[in-house]
């Protein structure tokens, strides 16, 4: 069965930490570039980084650079956002999604979100709550 399952949501106080995960089966991100994106309440979905297979470049969102890192494990077939300095404005459904290409498509501003149904494999979701 072919999936992607994020984890690792949570609620955390201002300034906290937290490692989302997304693990795929069925198929390997080896060869896939990867992207995050949340959805905040009440406001439209958000694109957060994306991973490059073919070279492990990462490009991240303005919103969240320098706080928020991509890495892979491909021993575990799984992709990681580790989110630091969290704000309550980080909260959101977070999302992981797969590309059909190796690399992140840049645009002439840089990495930015594409519609969602140009991306194949879409995980279900995990809450982050970012508040004291």
């Known amino acids: 069965q072919v999936q992607l399952v994020e984890s690792g949501g949570g609620l955390v106080q201002p300034g906290g930490s937290l490692r989302l995960s997304c693990a795929a089966s069925g198929f390997t991100l080896n060869y896939k570039s990867i992207v995050w994106f949340r959805h905040p309440p009440g406001k439209e979905r958000e694109g957060v980084g994306c991973s490059s297979s073919n070279d492990g470049t990462s490009y991240y969102a303005d919103l969240v650079k320098g706080r928020f890192t991509i ?62």
């Not at 077939?77 to 309550?88: A, D, F, G, H, I």
């Not at 979100?113 to 879409?122: A, F, N």
């Not at 979701?125 to 508040?131: A, I, M, W, Y």
């Open 71 to 132: 890495s892979r494990d491909n021993a575990k077939n799984t992709v990681y956002l580790q989110m630091n300095s969290l704000k309550p404005e980080d909260t959101a459904v977070y999302y992981c999604a797969t590309d059909l290409f190796p690399h992140c498509r840049l645009q002439s501003t840089g990495w930015s979100l594409y519609p969602i149904d140009e991306y194949d494999y879409c995980g279900q979701g995990t809450q982050v709550t970012v508040s004291s």
